[in-house]
């Protein structure tokens, strides 16, 4: 089996849905001998319940997963037990604050409406090719920053300036997506000779790390001053400005400040990473299937003043929250493509999963949510079909799955906390550009996923946009 993953590598989950397919939605995968690769792979929603959910206490991330994610340090990604739970906590209980969701609120439409746009209206005007993609990064970097350390970096502008720490980020997760294919042996060894994959996340290690430091540092000074710009304003709070003001870590300053370090770059991981996938990927199916972005366009002009309907516009996120279709559009993006297409686990102790598989201590466990997404046996023989519709109840309403089908914000006591910060973000976004603009992919682009742990688009989305109204 391993020659033929690394012939199909370069579609590497594609690869893995279709062999799900073949193998009753889990199957065992054995590489060579000496690479301590074997992995159990699954899509089964009974199994997937039951690692998440009903024997949570029994599977983890284990050693493998840290080592692969050695760059988050000691983060709530990479934590188990006591530590996870206490980071989980904490986390919880600052973005459920009141003054976090006013920030959240305010912080994701401002993004909006003074970054986005005129970028947009920019592109637009000089007809000009953009990616999207890039765009979507830029804003959610951004947006991210801001409710994360309460400073915006501006990199969504008209001249699109170099991120550095996106590009290293990038680099960071490809890197980590081949750790997941590579015997250990074969990718320590490019470590240790500083040559591959190894040399680039090395690399962006030393440029996360200086930018973080400098982010700590500079909100050190702010607080030390008697600072918090965000309640000033009557904007809110960011997260690092709660965690330094309660030190919610325990031990040495050293210790705080590694705490801080691993804090920052699991929350901007989760923020940008994400959010502008889900984002990309919706623009793509709604180009392939113009119709829904009609829908979507109704839908919002129907919460418009009559004599606001037909021109630009943007909206308040309290308005398009509760829409219904445009609520079912981003969980089907969702389904088919999710930002994190594949989470791993192992169990502490030996276990039986439903599927009838057996399962050793420290044995490697992938779980494909993109693969779910795929699979006839959960979603039916329309499964590959962009179909908000699925979402959506026959009298009208939300129609909520269970998160051991729609895996995408993960499951159980590992449910994503920020789940409710994503959909925000995007519709938001989604509002702004699809009421207002035509996006069209540019002629002969190709889309496919990149090879990392991200579900990013490998040569970006290229479009055109054009103005809706005059």
């Not at 789940?419 to 207002?436: E, G, L, R």
């Not at 992919?441 to 688009?457: A, E, K, N």
Request: charge should be neutral.
């Amino acid at each position: 089996m391993m020659p033929d993953l690394l012939l199909q590598v370069h579609r590497f989950h594609d690869w893995v849905a279709d062999v799900l397919k073949r193998s009753k939605s889990t199957f065992q995968f054995k590489g060579p001998w000496f690479g301590d690769i074997d992995t159990l792979v699954t899509a089964d929603p009974a199994n997937i319940q039951y690692i998440m959910s009903s024997n949570f206490s029994n599977f983890f991330k284990g050693a493998e997963f840290n080592k692969r994610f050695d760059l988050l340090g000691d983060g709530i990604f990479n934590a188990d037990s006591d530590s996870w739970k206490n980071q989980r906590k904490v986390a919880q209980t600052l973005l459920n604050h009141r003054l976090f969701y006013q920030f959240l609120v305010k912080s994701s439409q401002d993004k909006v409406e003074r970054s986005l746009i005129p970028v947009l209206e920019h592109v637009s005007r000089q007809g000009l090719v953009v990616d999207l993609q890039d765009l979507f990064q830029r804003f959610t970097f951004d947006a991210t920053c801001m409710i994360v350390t309460g400073h915006d970096p501006g990199c969504l502008s008209i001249d699109l300036p170099e991120v550095t720490f996106s590009k290293a980020m990038d680099d960071a997760m490809e890197a980590i997506f081949y750790r997941h294919i590579l015997p250990e042996s074969i990718w320590k060894l490019q470590g240790w000779l500083g040559i591959g994959k190894e040399k680039k996340l090395k690399k962006a290690w030393v440029t996360l790390d200086h930018v973080i430091a400098e982010i700590i540092s500079r909100k050190k000074e702010e607080l030390g001053k008697g600072k918090n710009l965000m309640e000033e304003d009557g904007a809110g709070i960011d997260l690092l400005t709660s965690y330094m003001s309660e030190d919610y870590s325990m031990g040495s300053k050293s210790d705080h400040d590694e705490f801080l370090r691993d804090t920052i770059i699991n929350l901007m991981l989760a923020g940008r990473d994400t959010v502008s996938s889900g984002l990309s990927w919706f623009f793509w199916l709604v180009s392939k299937n113009p119709e829904v972005g009609t829908k979507i366009r109704e839908e919002l002009k129907a919460t418009l003043p009559e004599k606001e309907a037909e021109r630009w516009s943007l909206f308040d996120i309290e308005e398009v929250k509760k829409l219904v279709y445009l609520h079912g559009a981003l969980c089907e993006s969702l389904r088919l493509y999710p930002p994190v297409p594949i989470e791993s686990k192992s169990p502490r102790r030996q276990d039986t999963l439903p599927s009838g598989h057996q399962v050793y201590p420290e044995t490697k466990i992938l779980l494909s949510s993109y693969s779910m997404g795929r699979m006839s046996s959960i979603w039916g023989d329309d499964c590959f079909e962009f179909k908000p519709e699925r979402w959506i109840t026959e009298r009208g309403g939300m129609k909520h799955e269970p998160s051991y089908r729609f895996f995408s914000f993960n499951a159980g006591p590992r449910t994503c906390l920020g789940k409710d910060v994503a959909f925000t973000q995007m519709k938001a976004v989604v509002a702004a550009i699809i009421y207002n603009y035509q996006v069209q992919v540019v002629d002969g682009h190709t889309v496919t996923p990149s090879q990392s742990v991200i579900l990013h688009m490998k040569h970006g989305f290229k479009v055109k946009l054009s103005k809706i109204w005059a």
